[in-house]
């Protein structure tokens, strides 16, 4: 059933978990999704970035993710990641119930601007507002951010955002990067933010680049052809932690693109004479939807509806 993610989000909230926003690009990534949170009877949300707009073209995602939102479960349909001020106008008219807009990489006065304008837009229509304060390093979609340029959340800047603009959740960063390459040591996460962050706003909070980039997961994959020497991700531990102080909405993209790309392979090599491309996909949609279970049951939205 589709929902507005502020009603997910905000129950979410109350009861101390997190909802697991699964980025999607095509029908084998949205019935991965939608079949693992029937399964552990847990809302979700779909995401598509400007990215997946552009390369499948917004009326074919809409027209799968509107046949995705009969699910017997909750679901928002979410525009990840918007920078682009007329894209996120036409999704809002669309029929998605959820807008991300982020001005993060903008000085701080039009980040507050473009987001107060888009919230202005939104609201009219019933649909929930993302802002993101504070950058993540790595690559988002289309856009690359440099470690130099990446920037933790002010806390006190953070309630002066959210009043100014009125948004329904604030995506912060707290150490976390985009990509399958977070970091060359180990992760950490500045906890002690977002302590102060959640204690200030009582909100719900948003975690970007926080897939866990599972090393079995990678070695899969590279088993059959793909090089993803180096990679490394968010600990459960971390992500488990940050969901106790407050986070209540995690993205998630690297890993199920990393389980379609291992899923892909292995059909190929195992079945060199095979032109069905269902049975070519069909094994890259089961890889997904076995991550999105692991993600759901990490995240604690598993067996929220009864």
């Not at 379609?260 to 069909?282: M, T």
Request: glycine residues 8%; charged residues 25%; aromatic residues 4%.
């Amino acid at each position: 059933m589709l929902v507005s993610p502020k009603k997910i989000l905000d129950k979410a909230n109350l009861g101390h978990y997190a909802v697991g926003a699964f980025n999607t690009n095509n029908l084998e990534f949205s019935r991965a999704i939608i079949e693992a949170a029937e399964e552990l009877k847990s809302p979700v949300i779909l995401q598509t970035s400007e990215g997946a707009i552009k390369y499948a073209g917004l009326g074919y995602l809409l027209a799968i993710l509107k046949v995705a939102a009969k699910a017997k479960v909750p679901m928002a349909i979410h525009l990840d990641h918007g920078e682009d001020l007329k894209l996120i106008k036409k999704c809002i008219d669309a029929g998605y119930t959820s807008v991300m807009y982020d001005g993060s990489a903008l000085p701080y006065e039009k980040n507050v601007a473009n987001t107060k304008k888009v919230v202005s837009w939104a609201h009219k229509k019933g649909v929930s507002v993302e802002a993101e304060l504070g950058a993540l390093a790595g690559i988002e979609d289309l856009v690359s951010v440099s470690a130099k340029d990446a920037t933790l959340t002010n806390p006190d800047q953070a309630v002066d955002f959210v009043k100014k603009t009125g948004c329904d959740s604030l995506a912060v960063s707290i150490g976390t990067s985009h990509g399958a390459f977070k970091a060359k040591g180990k992760v950490k996460l500045d906890f002690e933010r977002l302590k102060k962050i959640k204690t200030k706003l009582k909100m719900p909070l948003v975690l970007h680049g926080a897939s866990g980039v599972p090393a079995a997961l990678v070695k899969e994959a590279n088993k059959y052809g793909a090089k993803l020497g180096g990679t490394k991700g968010i600990p459960d531990a971390a992500i488990k932690q940050a969901i106790k102080l407050g986070i209540n909405k995690i993205n998630t993209d690297t890993d199920l693109r990393i389980a379609f790309v291992a899923g892909v392979r292995k059909a190929l090599q195992s079945d060199p004479k095979n032109i069905d491309p269902r049975k070519i996909l069909g094994p890259a949609k089961e890889a997904i939807k076995a991550v999105v279970k692991s993600r759901i049951k990490l995240f604690g939205s598993a067996d929220k509806i009864k």
